[in-house]
């Protein structure tokens, strides 16, 4: 059984995401979007290029960092039990150490 106290932080969290989701604005675009030669679709929003491939992995390029995201369809187990794993990954361009030249 929960505590007056754990009750009144649960009331005060909850409120303050509501009040943080009321405040956020939404807003939608009519987005561009290109096809290539593989059926890979891009859409850019404000510079970020968001690729959906022909396997369902999402791709973000924000131009630094790269993000990628197994998006495939649940199966078995996974709409069974309504939950799952995907496979992801980021690699960043400033991540990279710049090693200078020998010069010779």
Request: aromatic residues 10%.
């Amino acid at each position: 059984m929960l505590s007056q106290r754990s009750k009144f932080n649960f009331i005060i969290i909850v409120s303050l995401c509501i009040v943080n989701i009321l405040m956020t604005e939404s807003f939608f675009h009519s987005l561009p979007m290109t096809v290539d030669h593989k059926g890979d679709i891009t859409v850019d929003f404000d510079g970020v290029k968001f690729t959906l491939d022909f396997d369902f992995t999402l791709t973000v390029n924000d131009g630094d960092c790269i993000y990628k995201v197994d998006l495939t369809l649940p199966e078995g187990d996974e709409l069974a039990s309504k939950q799952g794993t995907r496979n992801g990954s980021v690699h960043c361009k400033s991540w990279s150490i710049s090693r200078p030249r020998n010069q010779s």
